[in-house]
C-alpha cells in the first residue's frame, strides 16, 4: 500500500542524534558552532536541546532532567517536547 500523505511542512526537524549518526557531529565545540548554520543551510529548524538543558539547570541538578547522564527522565522529556513545540511554531508561523 502506498502512502500518498504528504508531509506538514518541507521543513526539517533536527536532532543532534540524528546528525552524529549521519557523521555530522564532532567535538562539542564544533557542533555549538556548526550544527546550527548546517540547519540553516537546509532550511531547518535547529532546536537548541543543550541550552535547554542549560537553562534547565538553573532549576534543579542534572539527575533530575538525565539521571543517568545520556537519557532523559519525565521532566527532562517534557522539557525537550516543549522546544520541539516551539520550533513546531517557527516553521509554521508565516
Not at 27 to 36: D, E, R, S, V
Not at 39 to 65: G, H, M, R, S, T
Request: charged letters at 20%.
Amino acid at each position: 500500500m502506498k502512502n500518498n500523505t504528504k508531509p506538514a511542512s518541507r521543513r526539517n526537524f533536527i536532532r543532534t542524534a540524528s546528525l552524529a549518526s549521519a557523521g555530522l557531529l564532532g567535538t562539542h565545540a564544533i557542533q555549538a558552532q556548526a550544527l546550527p548554520s548546517k540547519a540553516k543551510d537546509y532550511n531547518a529548524i535547529w532546536i537548541p536541546y543543550q541550552k535547554v538543558f542549560d537553562e534547565a539547570l538553573k532549576e534543579a541538578p542534572a539527575a533530575y532532567w538525565c539521571p543517568d547522564g545520556v537519557h532523559p527522565s519525565i521532566a527532562g522529556g517534557f522539557l525537550m517536547a516543549n522546544a520541539w513545540v516551539k520550533g513546531f511554531e517557527l516553521a509554521f508561523k508565516k
